[in-house]
C-alpha cells in the first residue's frame, strides 16, 4: 500500500506534547480516535483491526519523538483524514472476502522533505519504524512514496513475499493513481485472486494451560493471533493440578510465523511457558462469491473436494447485517442466501 501524498501535508499530521495533556476541539490522541471507532457502527473485527493500525501508527510516532504515545496529537483534519482511510480500508478487505494480504517490496521514495521539524530524510522516521520486518526500497524516486499510514497498513495487516505466492490464480486487478508525474508509473496494483492451499504439509500446533485470566481477555487475544497469521485459534476446558478449571488455549500456525506468534501468546496472556508439536492436515479446496438477496448481498463460501462442492457456507456477518435491517430471522437470511448460492452453481 503506498498512499501518494503531499509529505509537508503529512507530516503537519502529528503533533508531540512537551506538555501534560490538555483536551481542546483541534488535536485528537489515540484514546480519543479509539472513542470515535468503538462508538462507531462498524462490526467488532472491523474496529479491531482500525485500532491495531492506529494503535502501530501512534507507536511508531511516539517511539521515534521519544514520547509516550498519550501525548502523541493527531490534527483534527488529519485525524479524520487517517480514520477515513484506515477504517475504508479494513471495511473494504472486510467486504471483498480478502483473508490475507501479500506485499512485495515497497518503495519508500528517497531524497529530503521539509517537515514540521525540519529538514528530514526519506522514508520520514514514523514510516521507516513501522516498515521493519516488512521488505522496502529507497528506489530513485526523490519524493515521498510511502506514508506511515501507508506503513501502518502494512505492518499490521500483510506479509511481506519476495514474488506472487505459490498457487496464486489472479480474477480482478485493480489500479490506484497518485497525482505527481513520476519518471515511473506512479500507480499502485492490487491483485486478488485464490490461494490455492497444499493439500498436505507440516504444521504446528502452540499451546499453553491458563487458569488465571481474566474470560474477557481471551477473544482479544484470538484476534491478535488470527490477524498475526495464525491459521486457526481455539479453547477447550480442561481440568488442571488441584482441581482447577482453565482453558488450554491452542493455536494452528506456520513453523515460520512460530516466534511471533508464542510471544504474542507470552505478552496478551498469563501463562508462563508455551508448548508446540507438529501436525499435518488436509483441507478442500475454498472460494468465495457474492450472492444478492432481496434484502442485500451476502458473500458465499464453497468447499470443494475433487472438483465437486461439497459444502456451501454463507458468511455469518453479512447474513446478520441483513437480518438486522430487514427484521427478519437470522436464520431465514441464511437459509435463503444458501439456496440462492445453489442455485448459482446449477446456471
Known amino acids: 500500500h503506498e498512499h501518494h501524498s503531499d509529505c509537508t501535508q503529512h507530516c503537519h499530521q502529528v503533533k508531540v506534547s512537551e506538555e501534560p495533556v490538555h483536551h481542546h476541539h483541534e488535536h485528537r490522541n489515540l484514546h480519543d480516535i479509539a472513542h470515535i471507532i468503538t462508538h462507531s457502527d462498524l462490526h467488532d473485527k472491523i474496529k479491531m483491526q482500525s485500532l491495531q493500525v492506529f494503535t502501530a501508527l501512534a507507536e511508531a510516532e511516539a517511539k521515534v519523538h521519544g514520547k509516550t504515545v498519550d501525548e502523541v496529537h493527531f490534527h483534527e483534519v488529519g485525524a479524520i483524514d487517517t480514520i477515513i482511510d484506515i477504517a475504508g480500508c479494513v471495511l473494504a478487505l472486510e467486504y471483498l472476502g480478502i483473508e490475507k494480504i501479500f506485499v512485495s517490496n515497497i518503495h519508500t521514495g528517497s531524497g529530503f522533505v521539509n517537515c514540521a521539524h525540519g529538514l528530514m530524510p526519506v522514508p520520514a522516521p514514523a514510516t521507516a519504524e513501522l516498515l521493519q520486518g516488512l521488505q522496502h526500497s529507497h528506489g530513485k524516486i526523490e519524493k515521498e512514496l510511502t506514508t506511515p499510514t501507508g506503513a501502518a497498513l502494512m505492518k499490521v495487516l500483510a506479509v511481506s513475499t519476495n514474488d506472487i505466492p505459490q498457487g496464486f490464480s489472479g480474477s480482478k486487478i485493480a489500479y490506484g493513481a497518485g497525482t505527481w508525474d513520476l519518471e515511473i508509473p506512479n500507480v499502485l496494483r492490487i491483485s486478488i485472486g485464490e490461494l490455492e492451499a497444499e493439500a498436505g504439509g507440516e504444521l504446528l500446533v502452540a499451546e499453553c494451560n491458563i487458569d488465571d485470566m481474566n474470560g474477557e481477555l481471551y477473544p482479544y487475544v484470538q484476534e491478535r493471533l488470527l490477524q498475526a497469521g495464525a491459521l486457526d485459534c481455539w479453547l477447550t476446558p480442561i481440568i488442571m493440578k488441584k482441581g482447577r478449571p482453565a482453558q488450554t488455549l491452542s493455536v494452528l500456525l506456520d513453523p515460520q510465523n512460530l516466534d511471533q506468534l508464542t510471544d ?76 440462492a448460492a445453489e442455485a448459482q452453481l446449477e446456471q
Open 264 to 339: 504474542i501468546l507470552l505478552t496478551e496472556t498469563t501463562s508462563l511457558g508455551v508448548r508446540y508439536y507438529a501436525v499435518h492436515r488436509h483441507i478442500n479446496y475454498r472460494k468465495v462469491t457474492i450472492v444478492s438477496l432481496p434484502e442485500g448481498e451476502v458473500r458465499i463460501k464453497y468447499a470443494q473436494m475433487d472438483g465437486k462442492i461439497v459444502n456451501i457456507a454463507p458468511e455469518f456477518e453479512d447474513c446478520k447485517v441483513l437480518a438486522l435491517k430487514s427484521g427478519h430471522s437470522l436464520k431465514t437470511i441464511m437459509q435463503a442466501a444458501a439456496a
